[in-house]
């Protein structure tokens, strides 16, 4: 399969360089299974940054997307590389969830509340 | 803040050294007090083994020499977290990580310490700051809310990251937690010097 990232939540500031509801903290998961239930997962949060925004790149929070979030917190993730030679992160997530299936760490897991 | 070396010390006082609220119930055989001092619930204990306990971790640190301004892990760890090598020169006192240890580790579990610092250091070429945490189950947050770097001797160095200010993810394949702080344009310099002592404090 393919893996899926969701948004979980977002912590937003009411207002911030004169304007309303913009979007700091990114809280996400993101997951993949093989037809064999096996399951590979990572999870986290993501700080954006706020300042220094053009009117051009800002979208208002009544029109933001899953997937502009989603792209968001990629991005970020790609451009933060820990080790020398290394992945950044954004691999090194994807790659925790691929790796996880393939060694048979963890079941089938669903997200959710019954409410 | 550790608790006093001597004289008299109150359960409550223990209690709030371990992240308990002042006042509000608590027996000296509850699994956080008890971690206070890496007390396993098998083992008898009593209020004078409490003498200089903190729930602080306090490390001495010498960065790395070149690139890493700290240290980096370069070998996963085998069971019972004996395989640590760091890269580029950097030391560290003690790599365990003593705030995740009021996490319900399993008392069966085969590894003594449940966290171990994977890595700390800043990067040289990216400004970010990075700091790792081996667990031997999925940790969370609890247990620490800052990490502070601060200079000795002469060195007036002070930086202090809040853990709620950082970018977060757990390697569920790997098992560790990672936070990160800091990008290109919004640079935190948490370790700001080559081959250079500092103590750093998690809290």
């Known amino acids: ?115 | 803040m550790a608790l006093q070396s001597s004289g008299q010390i109150s359960l409550n006082e223990i209690h709030i050294e371990a992240g308990g609220s002042s006042g509000t119930e608590v027996t000296i055989n509850d699994s956080d007090v008890r971690a206070l001092i890496s007390a396993s619930s098998e083992s008898e204990i009593e209020i004078a083994d409490f003498y200089g306990a903190s729930s602080s971790w306090v490390v001495t640190l010498v960065s790395g020499s070149t690139t890493y301004r700290g240290i980096l892990q370069t070998i996963a760890p085998t069971t019972g977290w004996t395989s640590q090598s760091y890269l580029n020169s950097g030391t560290i006192t003690d790599d365990t990580f003593d705030p995740i240890a009021s996490q319900g580790i399993s008392s069966t579990s085969t590894v003594s310490t449940p966290g171990i610092i994977r890595d700390m250091f800043t990067n040289n070429a990216l400004t970010q700051t990075f700091f790792r945490i081996w667990a031997v189950t999925e940790p969370s947050d609890s247990g620490w809310s800052t990490i502070r770097c601060q200079g000795t001797g002469g060195d007036s160095t002070d930086n202090t990251l809040n853990r709620t200010d950082g970018n977060a993810f757990y390697n569920s394949s790997q098992g560790y937690r990672q936070y990160r702080w800091g990008t290109s344009s919004s640079p935190v310099v948490f370790i700001p010097a080559f081959s250079t002592t500092y103590t750093i404090t998690a809290v």
Request: negative net charge; glycine residues 6%; hydrophobic residues 35%.
């Open chain 1, 1 to 115: 399969m393919a893996i899926t990232w969701k948004i979980l939540h977002m912590d937003r500031l009411a207002t911030s360089d004169g304007r309303s509801d913009v979007v700091k903290n990114v809280f996400w998961y993101c997951s993949d299974s093989d037809a064999n239930g096996n399951y590979g997962y990572s999870y986290g949060n993501t700080q954006l940054s706020v300042s220094g925004i053009s009117d051009d790149n800002f979208t208002l929070y009544s029109s933001l997307t899953e997937a502009d979030v989603i792209q968001w917190v990629k991005d970020d993730l790609a451009a933060s590389t820990a080790e020398v030679g290394g992945s950044n992160d954004l691999t090194i997530v994807e790659n925790c969830v691929t790796d996880a299936i393939a060694n048979q760490q963890y079941t089938l897991r669903h997200q959710g509340v019954p409410w």
